[in-house]
């Protein structure tokens, strides 16, 4: 097998897990029922992964990543709101480009546990994301916007209620809610 089969496989494998775990729920997806929608055997996926929790965060492992990068970048910005601006653009982009995610995310308690597991020991990154949106030593009631607008941001990205909502529209509400929560002026068209 060459390599690029090999990462062409294990990306079919991620996006048919998605589509699996969004249909029966991480818990209701055997190994077995990702190597039949695959057309492959139970031996094939385990080439890639071990067990369903390994491809349960192989399949959040890349919005993850994207979201350290985003905060690192935003954490680079020398004044508070270009770091709120340049954090908040692309946390709502990530979230409306992986909006199956997040839906899953949202209800799935498989793939919490899976998030879970792979920010353990991330810690800092927590800190260092709250630092970016808060700033030194934010009051109470903009610490709980903070939170307020990523766990909403996310819930709303995920929902299935949205779900027809077209990605510009839901992007620039998103970003309009968020810039409100975390006291950012709002744009000039």
């Known amino acids: 097998m060459?390599?690029?089969?090999?990462?062409?496989?294990?990306?079919?494998?991620?996006?048919?897990?998605?589509?699996?775990?969004?249909?029966?729920g991480v818990e209701g997806t055997s190994l077995q029922m990702i190597a039949?929608?695959?057309?492959?055997?139970?031996?094939?996926?385990?080439?890639?992964?071990?067990?369903?929790?390994e491809i349960a965060e192989a399949v959040a492992a890349p919005a993850l990543r994207e979201l350290l990068e985003i905060t690192e970048a935003a954490a680079a910005h020398r004044r508070?709101?270009?770091?709120?601006?340049?954090?908040l653009a692309g946390f709502v982009d990530l979230v409306v480009r992986h909006r199956a995610l997040l839906a899953l995310c949202n209800?799935?308690?498989?793939?919490?546990?899976?998030?879970?597991?792979?920010?353990?020991?991330?810690?800092?990154f927590k800190v260092r994301l709250l630092d970016v949106l808060a700033g030194?030593?934010?009051?109470?009631?903009?610490m709980i916007s903070v939170h307020v607008a990523l766990a909403g941001i996310a819930l709303a990205g995920g929902s299935p209620d949205l779900a027809d909502v077209d990605d510009e529209t839901l992007r620039e509400?998103?970003?309009?809610?968020?810039?409100?929560?975390?006291?950012?002026p709002r744009r000039r068209a």
């Open 107 to 124: 209800s799935d308690p498989g793939l919490v546990r899976a998030i879970d597991r792979t920010l353990n020991g991330l810690d800092d």
């Open 2 to 24: 060459t390599a690029g089969t090999v990462a062409d496989t294990r990306s079919r494998l991620l996006a048919t897990a998605l589509k699996l775990f969004r249909e029966h």
């Open 36 to 53: 039949d929608e695959l057309g492959v055997t139970k031996a094939a996926v385990y080439y890639h992964f071990h067990t369903k929790d």
């Open 136 to 142: 030194p030593d934010p009051d109470l009631e903009l």
């Open 173 to 184: 509400h998103l970003t309009g809610i968020g810039r409100r929560l975390l006291r950012r």
């Open 80 to 87: 508070q709101g270009a770091r709120v601006d340049h954090a």
